[in-house]
């Protein structure tokens, strides 16, 4: 029997959107046991929180976080607000004995999502963080080609995700769009918001990171703010290069920055090893480059992989092969995967415990980037 698990949403904006989307459609197209109800969405901004309401098909709306959480026909509470706000809500939700979902990162530092961490665990409530990229199908099967030895031994993994739209020098700082760049809400900048996703998936696919050196730069000094007009320090990093060594021995290179003119979401992977590489394009998200070294001579070469097949991660379950699924179908996966977690009693990861180790490796990014030492793990 199908069981109802309702949802209540904390925040109306971009990734409220997609989270809303994969809990709308989730039941559409995988069994999982469960049948997610958009039961009732908290904001403080009345028109915004019911107009957000309406468009998704949430039964109710409530001002404050808290009286969401307090709410006895709620199961589980998602966490779509800025960094600076994850902690409170997680923990309240937690003792109140709610599933907590995240969008990641964790917290702002390691030293702030501890807390979280053992509030769930003390709870023992399922959590989960929404490392979406980690569910792309391409990506996932990347992670299953290496756990099978296709690759032989990893000699090197290598990540850039690059944007370009904080370059102008009047982009505020801090606000309900530009959070990101004030160092309070969002605790760093491009560490946090966009190597984040590299080193979840780097350490999810090659295993952890033992230690690294990062350089780490604010081209633009100062920024006026949102809230107080007035102009302020800007704290976060704006971009940032780090070298890694892997546990497995491999070598690591990152970087991510808001500052490459032409690219708005240039997340790019490759995985060198001793038999063949991987490679793929959020651009080009379907497809996986497969470079298999034992091919004959003169066939030998790069082969592009059409990830559509039903025997492909989680292709199965949508279209027929040749069609292709985009961005959105990532979150779908992750709540389809969380679901089957409470069904079959195996959390789906990244659990905040295992998310909890991307934020340790952020903070030793800003650091280093600020000493220009090497970091051990």
């Known amino acids: 029997m199908t069981k109802q698990l309702n949802i209540g949403m904390v925040g109306y904006g971009f990734m409220a959107r997609c989270h809303s989307h994969a809990w709308a459609s989730v039941s559409h197209f995988f069994d999982t046991g469960y049948h997610p109800v958009l039961k009732a969405v908290a904001a403080r901004n009345d028109s ?3 107009r957000f309401a309406e468009q998704w098909g949430y039964e109710s709306i409530e001002h404050d976080w808290r009286s969401l959480i307090e709410r006895k026909d709620i199961d589980a509470i998602d966490i779509c607000v800025p960094n600076d706000l994850h902690a409170e809500i997680a923990i309240a939700a ?3 004995g709610k599933m907590v979902l995240t969008e990641k990162p964790l917290a702002r530092t390691a030293a702030e999502g501890q807390p979280m961490v053992d509030a769930v665990e003390k709870a023992g409530v399922p959590n989960l963080v929404w490392y979406n990229y980690r569910r792309v199908p391409a990506v996932t099967l990347i992670k299953q080609l ?3 030895g296709k690759l032989g031994r990893i000699f090197h993994y290598r990540a850039k995700f690059l944007q370009d739209w904080t370059i ?3 982009v505020p700082q801090g606000g309900p769009g530009t959070w990101r760049l004030d160092v309070n809400a969002a605790g760093s900048g491009v560490t946090g918001d966009l190597l984040a996703h590299c080193l979840d998936s780097a350490i999810w696919i090659n295993g952890g990171i033992s230690s690294l050196t990062a350089m780490t730069e604010t081209f633009v000094k100062e920024r006026t703010h949102a809230d107080t007009g007035k102009k ?3 704290g976060i990093d704006d971009a940032a290069a780090v070298l890694t060594r892997f546990s497995n021995g491999a070598l690591g290179t990152f970087e991510s920055t808001r500052y490459a003119r032409g690219h708005k979401a240039a997340y790019t992977l490759e995985i060198n090893g001793e038999k063949g590489s991987l490679a793929w394009d959020l651009h080009d998200m379907n497809r996986v480059q497969w470079f298999d070294h034992s091919t004959e001579g003169r066939l030998r070469g790069w082969t592009n992989i059409l990830v559509t097949d039903g025997d492909h991660p989680y292709l199965g379950k949508w279209w027929v092969p040749g069609l292709i699924i985009g961005f959105e179908h990532s979150f779908t996966h992750t709540a389809a995967d969380f679901l089957e977690g409470l069904k079959t009693g195996k ?3 990244p659990t905040f415990r295992d998310a909890l180790e991307t934020n340790r490796l ?6 280093s980037g600020k000493s220009g030492s090497w970091v051990n793990l």
């Not at 952020?362 to 650091?367: E, S, V």
Request: glycine fraction near 0%.
């Open 362 to 367: 952020c903070d030793a990014i800003i650091a």
């Open 94 to 96: 937690a003792k109140a």
């Open 347 to 349: 959390p789906a990861a």
């Open 146 to 148: 290496v756990e099978e």
């Open 168 to 170: 102008s020098p009047d």
């Open 232 to 234: 302020q320090t800007v």
């Open 48 to 50: 915004k929180v019911r």
